[in-house]
């Protein structure tokens, strides 16, 4: 297992096994996901939230914000 540490958080490079079809793979629209959560929380003005998101074949979708996620 690797561990990383940068701003005091520990990441690691452990990939659990039975998700091990999913290591290596790109997740659509990703850079579109950051850029539209950002700008939704710079609106809502919510210091803290968690969006939930589907990917469709139009693109991605918001499903809700949460407020205490």
Excluded: C
């Amino acid at each position: 297992m690797i561990s990383l540490f940068q701003n005091k958080k520990s990441y690691t490079g452990h990939f659990p096994p039975e998700y091990a079809s999913l290591q290596g793979k790109m997740l659509p629209y990703w850079d579109e996901i950051l850029l539209y959560s950002s700008q939704i929380q710079v609106y809502t003005k919510l210091g803290y939230l968690a969006l939930d998101w589907v990917i469709t074949k139009n693109g991605p979708k918001l499903l809700e914000i949460n407020a205490r996620a």
